[in-house]
């Protein structure tokens, strides 16, 4: 299984600023992803991030509000721009390994967000 | 379009119990189906992966039952302890191609295991 960290873990925010989420990869790996889940919701898809290319969002979701980027097969960092309450949610960073594209997809622990 | 729906949607039990968690899914064209546990402010954690060909997955106390045709899946969990109590979440990948193979989740059943 591939091994995933996120930084920061926790943040808390001032309306209309803006904070870059790290995701780091122990292994090289296919596909890597970034999910929001709002308070009390299931995962919400933002976009694939793509190796070296512009991420691929998802419908409701924005390169202006939401830029990533992925310079290597092992890092990605997203950015929530200019912040509202409503961005607060837990952002999650996923991937789905080389040996079995489309097959088993894992999570990391998240990044807890509160805009005040 | 893929719905996948859980239920019940919490469950509160009495340790040492066995106890199934559902998941039901409208397309049965599905390449697999996972289950996750997110204990609260976290991350998800794979528990079980079954591949559309398989019927079930074992994993320690767990296990996961697919029924393809019928659109279910059970996730039983043996001899239940409060350290299991967590919310289960159920994820289904399409059979499609490209970017339209994405996960589609279920809302969860959030588990409480007493002492």
């Known amino acids: 299984s591939a091994v995933i960290s996120q930084k920061p873990s926790r943040d808390i925010c001032q309306r209309g600023t803006s904070l870059t989420i790290q995701c780091q990869v122990d292994s090289q790996v296919t596909m890597m992803f970034w999910y929001r889940q709002q308070p009390g919701q299931s995962l919400t898809l933002i976009a694939t991030a793509n190796q070296g290319s512009e991420a691929t969002y998802e419908s409701g979701f924005v390169i202006d509000k939401f830029p990533i980027s992925r310079p290597n097969l092992t890092f990605s960092t997203l950015t929530v721009s200019n912040m509202s309450p409503e961005d607060s949610s837990i952002y999650l960073c996923?991937?789905?390994?080389?040996?079995?594209?489309?097959?088993?997809?894992?999570f990391g622990p998240g990044t807890r967000l509160t805009v005040l | 379009k893929q719905e996948v729906t859980q239920i019940p949607a919490a469950l509160s039990v009495p340790e040492g119990e066995n106890l199934v968690l559902n998941c039901s899914f409208t397309d049965s064209a599905i390449y697999n189906l996972q289950w996750f546990r997110q204990d609260p402010g976290k991350g998800l954690t794979s528990l079980l992966l079954?591949?559309?060909?398989?019927r079930e997955q074992t994993s320690g106390r767990l296990n996961a039952s697919l029924d393809k045709s019928s659109g279910r899946s059970t996730l039983y969990i043996a001899a239940s302890q409060p350290g299991d109590s967590a919310t289960y979440l159920c994820?289904?990948?399409?059979?499609?191609?490209?970017?339209?193979?994405?996960?589609?989740f279920g809302s969860g059943t959030q588990l409480t295991v007493l002492p």
């Open positions: 079954i591949q559309s060909s398989q």
């Open positions: 994820a289904v990948r399409p059979s499609r191609s490209g970017s339209a193979r994405q996960l589609t």
């Open positions: 996923s991937v789905v390994g080389l040996a079995d594209s489309y097959n088993e997809q894992f």
